[in-house]
């Protein structure tokens, strides 16, 4: 697992998004294409729906500009299984904790049918 890095967010942040869709070398499309067979087969609950991928990063000490495209979601599961992957699907992750007026916090587990089940995740 890789290490998690917290860092303090410029005051100023940006997401652009790129309207040309994320092309991919034909080569890779084919081995999230095989990936995705072998998946569905064994769990064809998942759905290949649009995902935006980071493809650009700025950063300065007080902004910060993310510019974003189209890919798909087989191409962030192959990412997601296989480290160090040719042309990562680079998601931006958002993070929240659900206190309630009782100060408990809401935490739920994936389901059996989703791409990453039993993870554990704060509830909305």
């Known amino acids: 697992m890789k290490p998690i890095i917290i860092e303090n967010a410029p005051a100023n942040i940006e997401v652009r998004f790129d309207c040309h869709p994320l092309q991919l070398p034909a080569v890779i499309?084919?081995?999230?294409?095989?990936?995705?067979?072998?998946?569905?087969?064994?769990?064809?609950?998942l759905r290949n729906g649009e995902v935006f991928t980071m493809i650009?990063?700025?950063?300065?000490?007080?902004?910060?500009?993310?510019?974003?495209?189209?890919?798909?979601y087989k191409h962030y599961l192959y990412t997601l299984r296989h480290?160090?992957?040719?042309?990562?699907?680079?998601?931006?992750?958002?993070?929240?904790?659900v206190i309630t007026n009782d100060n408990q916090i809401v935490i739920g587990r994936m389901n059996g049918k989703t791409s990453t089940p039993g993870r554990l995740r704060a509830g909305d």
């Open 83 to 97: 480290e160090n992957s040719a042309n990562p699907c680079k998601v931006i992750y958002t993070c929240a904790a």
């Open 29 to 45: 499309r084919s081995k999230h294409n095989d990936y995705w067979e072998q998946q569905i087969k064994d769990n064809p609950s």
């Open 56 to 72: 650009d990063i700025a950063s300065t000490p007080k902004s910060l500009v993310i510019t974003v495209a189209k890919t798909d």
